[in-house]
Structure formats: C-alpha cells, structure tokens
C-alpha cells in the first residue's frame, strides 16, 4: 500500500514569507496526489489535486504544487502567506486499489 | 445541498458501551467513507462503501462495524468502546468517476473513559 510522508510537524512564518511543505510519497503504480487544508475548527477541504498532465497544479487561495516524479514528491508552495492561512496541511496519496492515505500534517502558523 | 453531515458533533462514552455514528450524504455519492484523526497521526481510513451493499476495510477497521442501506447513509459501529478509539471521526463521500475527490463532514469528536 502506499504510504506519505510530511517531514515539517510545524512551521511558523510571518506574514508576506513564502511557504514551501515537503510531502513524499511511496507507492510504485499511478497516483492521484492531493493538498487538503483543515482550518482550526473546520472540516478538510481540498486544496489542490493532481492525476496527470503537466506537473505543477494550481490550486484555490493561490497555492501550487509541484509533483516531481524522480523524486516521489508533491511539495506545496504559496509565494506569500496570509495569517487567514493558519492551519494543518494534508498531504494525501490515492493509488489504484481504493485506498487514500493521508500524510500526519503539517500544522502552518501565520503571525500577523 | 447539505453535502456530508455527521452526528454527533461529540460524545462521551464509557468503556465497553457502544454507539453509532451517523454520516448522511444528499449529494447521490457512491463511494462513501469513514476516517479516524489522532493527533500527529493524519487521517487513518477505517472502511469505505462503493454503493449500497458493498462495504470494504481500509487500514485500520478492528473494533468497528459499517453498513450501507442506502447510497445516503453510511453509520459506523463501535461495538465495545475503548480508550483506543478516542478520536476524531470523519465521513467522506465522492462522486461518480472522481472516487479520488472527497468531501468531508463536519466530524464527530469521541472521548471514551
């Protein structure tokens, strides 16, 4: 089965700094890579998703990923951070056996 | 649409009860299922549904039941609660050809003492 990897349990940035989240993945068939966020309070709501075509995916609140397919990772990225964008970040990886797996998170601070 | 809604919101159970979590969905979803959250632990899928009839395990699924009557409802059964199962619970559904796409409920916080 397919398993993920978030290496950043907590990130704390100031407003208007740039983010980039590592997410890596394992799996050895076709993948749908996938953000979701889940505000304090709130319920995951999906960011982002990939399932093939050209590898950086736009997403909503102008947040992007990258997958990169040498090196098994979807890293998220936002060139300029809101302190409305504190919140846990989910990586997740759906392989071709109905399975989604979710990476623990990464959970994002945003000081005005 | 109401979209995905669960109840309840939370509870409190001794050890050994058991109870239900309901997870009701209005937007004709096929795939349906039930995800556990502990803290740094990420989301662990406990069963899914493909339709009505048709239930299937996912990672972690001892010490829970599920059934599936309908294409809207999907409860989950905790038979013998245990502080094991404290947790946050998440019911998610997709729609047909885009079983990749979740929406999620609101989630349902357990505390069992």
């Known amino acids: 089965a397919q398993s993920v990897s978030q290496h950043n349990h907590h990130v704390i940035l100031s407003e208007a700094a740039s983010l980039e989240l590592g997410c890596n993945y394992s799996?050895?068939?076709?993948?749908?890579l996938f953000w979701y966020v889940q505000y304090p309070g709130q319920h995951l709501q999906l960011l982002l998703k990939?399932?093939?075509?050209?590898?950086l995916v736009k997403g909503i609140k102008g947040f992007e990923a990258e997958f990169i397919k040498s090196k098994f990772s979807f890293n998220l990225r936002k060139p300029s951070v809101q302190w409305s964008d504190t919140a846990e970040y989910f990586c997740?990886?759906?392989?071709?056996?109905?399975?989604?797996?979710f990476g623990a998170g990464t959970r994002l601070t945003v000081k005005p | 649409n109401a979209g995905v809604t669960q109840t309840p919101k939370f509870r409190i159970l001794k050890i050994g009860q058991s109870m239900t979590l309901q997870c009701t969905q209005d937007?004709?979803?096929?795939?349906m299922y039930w995800y556990r959250q502990d803290p740094g632990m990420g989301l662990k899928l406990i069963y899914y549904?493909?339709?009505?009839?048709?239930?299937d395990k996912g990672e972690v699924p001892n010490g829970y039941n599920v059934s599936r009557s309908t294409t809207e409802d999907f409860p989950l059964r905790l038979e013998l609660a245990a502080p094991s199962q404290t947790s946050v619970y998440f019911c998610?559904?997709?729609?047909?050809?885009?079983?990749?796409?979740?929406?999620f409920g609101p989630g349902t916080r357990l505390l069992v003492l």
């Open positions: 998610a559904s997709s729609p047909p050809g885009l079983e990749e796409t979740q929406y």
């Open positions: 799996y050895g068939g076709t993948v749908n």
């Open positions: 990939y399932f093939s075509g050209d590898p």
């Open positions: 997740a990886v759906w392989g071709n056996n109905n399975d989604m797996r």
């Open positions: 937007m004709n979803h096929n795939y």
């Open positions: 549904s493909v339709g009505a009839g048709i239930t």
